[in-house]
């Protein structure tokens, strides 16, 4: 797994949590497992310079917050819908996907983003041939487990990186 | 003078957000008016007087992009001053905006960067008070 590929991915999901919603997101090492029962998932598709999919899953209780937040809803209102966390999510995914994209192949190279949708869980995420899971990387966000996996379209991705040491 | 604003993204929760900006700039707003894709952006247009257009470019149906060619091409409409809101990262992709007379903020966007695009879009005096 690409180290530096992971410190991006990291970052850039940190600085999105923290733009989008005030929400301060910390590596972590963890490396076991996510509980599909407690997690939402969201996947987005990309094509351009080379193509794949993004895919986060968080834990319910931040999607709420994170969402109450991107609504600027007050503590005493964060009562928010299933549709108002899925569109949060699905808008965290798809800042994510964009300026992680420019981040690794390159601010010159032009790429199409998806639509990002929800899946009903872990299990439900796209079979992509030929994709090849290049990076992960763990946050806890507000002391809940946030994932991210990288897939992408190659049998030599790391070929169509362009990112600086 | 109030100023009606368009605000185009297929994200309601997006929209809400820009609004909640807008309303805090303390540009005086007149109508605010939203759209879920450029196909009902450029209705609104045709239906409504409309001072400002803010645009996302990725949406189903009718993209950002599309929009705008459709603007820039329709005299009354060609002179409207657009902001895109985008994660758009694609240095060529954000040129080739810019070439179309449009304004580029990047997704996540801070409450000053839009008022400071919009007044200085609008040639607008800031009101601090």
Known sequence: ?165 | MAINVLIVDDSKIMRTMILKTLQMTGIPMGEIFQAGNGREGLEALERNWIDLAIVDINMPVMNGEEMIDHMRGNPEMQDMPVVVVSTEGSETRIARLEEKGVVFVHKPFEAETIRDTILDLLKLEADDE
């Open chain 1, 1 to 165: 797994m690409n180290e530096k590929l992971k410190k991006i991915l990291t970052g850039i999901a940190s600085e999105t949590f923290e733009g989008l919603a005030f929400m301060f997101g910390f590596p972590e090492d963890d490396a076991s497992a996510v509980s599909n029962e407690d997690m939402i998932f969201a996947q987005v598709d990309f094509e351009g310079a080379f193509s794949g999919r993004v895919v986060l899953a968080v834990s319910r209780s931040p999607v709420e917050e994170l969402t109450a937040n991107m609504l600027g809803l007050e503590d005493e209102e964060t009562d928010v819908s299933p549709e108002d966390q899925a569109d949060a999510l699905r808008e965290t995914l798809n800042v994510i996907c964009g300026n992680l994209l420019p981040a690794i192949g390159g601010k010159d190279t032009v790429f199409d983003i998806h639509s990002p949708e929800i899946l009903p869980d872990a299990t439900s995420i796209g079979s992509m041939p030929e994709a090849g899971l290049v990076t992960t990387a763990r946050l806890s966000l507000e002391d809940e487990p946030c994932q991210l996996w990288l897939y992408v379209n190659e049998k030599n991705p790391e070929a169509l990186f362009k990112f600086g040491d």
